[in-house]
């Protein structure tokens, strides 16, 4: 296992299936000729484990030991699967957890799915790509009204458009895989 081959495998699985070019309006309202479905990449079976690995190896970098890994669903979900999935050779698992957009309706109505517990437990916040950051933010104030423990955040992508700021002003660190200009700098 080489990490440096493993991004370098992920990068070109990005560029080849999730950078679309065009007119695009992103979910932040900017609009944008450039438009990364990170969920074309996230989904396919190569990437998975490229991702899980690339993500644990931030969180060592970091010194993040969470006990799990999710965020706000839908983009965030198939990174924090991938996570839990090469945790299991690590020996240090980390579970995944999904932050729903809307309150459940019904039974235990909760936003945090996942997590019987999750007071006191030790989280990293993950989405897919970050622009303003809204999404991972709200995500965080999510997991914090359930008690959890935010240890940071961290994306596949950070367009560069604000969401370092956005959560760092919360008082969180912030990291990417990948930025928008490494990302298109070839």
Not at 168 to 174: D, K
């Amino acid at each position: 296992m080489n990490l440096a081959n493993d991004r370098a495998k992920l990068q070109e699985i990005l560029l080849r299936h999730s950078v679309l070019r065009g007119d695009f309006v992103l979910a932040s309202g900017i609009r944008s000729n450039v438009y990364v479905d990170c969920r074309l990449t996230t989904l396919r079976s190569e990437a998975m484990p490229l991702i899980g690995r690339l993500m644990l190896a931030l969180f060592r970098h970091r010194g993040w030991r969470p006990e799990v890994a999710g965020g706000l669903t839908m983009g965030a979900d198939p990174v924090a699967c991938a996570v839990a999935r090469e945790s299991q050779e690590t020996g240090e698992l980390v579970n995944a957890f999904v932050v729903r957009k809307a309150e459940k309706g019904h039974g235990s109505k909760r936003y945090v799915e996942g997590i019987a517990s999750p007071k006191g437990v030790r989280c990293v916040v993950l989405d897919d790509v970050c622009t303003t950051g809204g999404s991972t933010v709200q995500a965080i104030e999510r997991v914090k009204a359930a008690g959890m423990e935010v240890l940071g955040a961290c994306c596949m992508v950070d367009r560069e458009q604000g969401a370092c700021e956005a959560i760092t002003s919360l008082g969180y660190e912030f990291d990417a895989l990948f930025t928008m200009r490494e990302l298109l700098e070839d």
